[in-house]
């Protein structure tokens, strides 16, 4: 989404009636209606583009704004390329959208304005996109071991990946942890700046906790800047850790292995659901554990984790494996009941049971 820097606010902030003013007056009406601090960032944040957008056409007040004029922002939101020229995601401007009609919802609803020109506003679609990186076990092995802990920084840069990797965090949840947020006796973590303000409690697994009481004992103790700072994590100067600073860090050790794409730490929250549910999570416990708040988000990585379609193609595909090789014999699926049947059992992620046999062989019988 276009940015403060690319987007500095515009506008009189002493004029009662306009956009500056009154975005403040839906903030305040939104901290009053007990939305998160978070959304209503965010929800500022959104509007300052098409602020901007208006001030450049000299539409200093949200009453001066009718349905044309926001249909031709959201073309212009259509056509704005970002600073590597790739357009907007269509979730991204779909957000955008959804606080334009929020904002001037409030305002009818305050009386500043008769009627919302953005009550007709169509959102544009957004299909579900998977995830443009996930790392194998393997590659995850790789960058955890890419972290140095023979240094402070080094030693806090593995807890931190370790942590996101086992309880796949976001990183905003990372940057608002506290000391007493670790519960080591119990291996559970509670997250408290969860999005939506949806407070939760997760697991911890045993390695990443031996790193995080490892940092606490060797390296946070040296790098406070005083006894009074709570957060679990800390940067160079002794003070929360913040999440740029983590994407910063997930993008230098993905840099320092040479995998050939690019990535943040938002990829070690992918590949610990795609490694879950590989493993045979049900997506349900995966949804609770990545705190999402409808499941259709976490069935995103049912479609990258491919491990059992791909045994299931192997083992019925006549194309599958090359002629000539010992165990690639023409193989079929026989259906009964429901169910496949095969010779070596396969577990589908819906618990059906499977069994291969070859061609012109059926299934065993006593």
């Given at each position: 989404m276009p940015g403060r820097r690319k987007f500095p606010d515009r506008g009189d902030p002493g004029d009662p009636e306009g956009f500056l003013a009154l975005r403040a007056a839906c903030e305040e009406s939104l901290r009053i209606g007990n939305y998160s601090a978070r959304t209503v960032e965010t929800f500022g944040a959104r509007l300052r583009s098409f602020i901007v957008w208006c001030d450049a056409r000299g539409l200093s007040r949200p009453v001066d704004v009718d349905r044309a004029h926001l249909v031709e922002f959201q073309r212009w939101l259509f056509h704005y390329r970002k600073d590597d020229g790739r357009p907007l995601d269509p979730s991204t401007q779909k957000l955008v959208v959804g606080s334009l009609k929020l904002f001037f919802r409030l305002l009818a609803r305050g009386g500043h304005i008769r009627s919302s020109p953005a009550a007709e506003l169509e959102y544009p679609k957004s299909g579900l996109r998977l995830p443009r990186a996930v790392l194998s076990h393997a590659e995850v092995e790789r960058a955890l071991a890419a972290a140095a802990p023979s240094t402070l920084v080094g030693l806090r840069?593995?807890?931190?990946?370790?942590?996101?990797?086992?309880?796949?965090?976001?990183?905003?949840?990372?940057?608002?942890?506290?000391?007493?947020?670790?519960?080591?006796?119990?291996?559970?973590?509670?997250?408290?700046?969860a999005k939506g303000d949806r407070q939760r409690v997760v697991p911890v697994g045993e390695r990443a906790l031996s790193w995080l009481e490892r940092y606490l004992r060797e390296g946070r103790v040296k790098q406070a800047a005083s006894a009074t700072e709570r957060a679990l994590f800390l940067n160079k100067f002794g003070r929360r850790l913040s999440r740029r600073a983590v994407s910063m860090l997930g993008k230098k050790i993905l840099r320092r292995i040479n995998l050939g794409r690019a990535g943040a730490a938002h990829v070690f929250r992918h590949s610990a659901a795609t490694a879950m549910l590989e493993g045979g999570a049900d997506v349900r416990y995966v949804q609770e554990l990545l705190g999402h708040a409808s499941l259709l988000s976490t069935q995103?990585?049912?479609?990258?984790?491919?491990s059992k379609l791909k045994a299931v193609h192997a083992a019925t595909h006549p194309g599958a494996a090359l002629p000539g090789r010992r165990d690639a014999w023409p193989l079929r699926a026989i259906v009964r009941h429901g169910r496949l049947l095969f010779d070596q059992p396969i577990d589908l992620p819906d618990g059906t049971v499977v069994e291969v046999f070859p061609v012109g062989r059926g299934p065993r019988t006593s």
């Open positions: 840069d593995r807890a931190v990946l370790e942590l996101l990797y086992s309880t796949g965090l976001r990183r905003m949840e990372l940057e608002g942890l506290v000391l007493d947020d670790l519960h080591a006796a119990d291996g559970t973590l509670f997250v408290r700046q995103v990585y049912t479609r990258v984790s491919i």
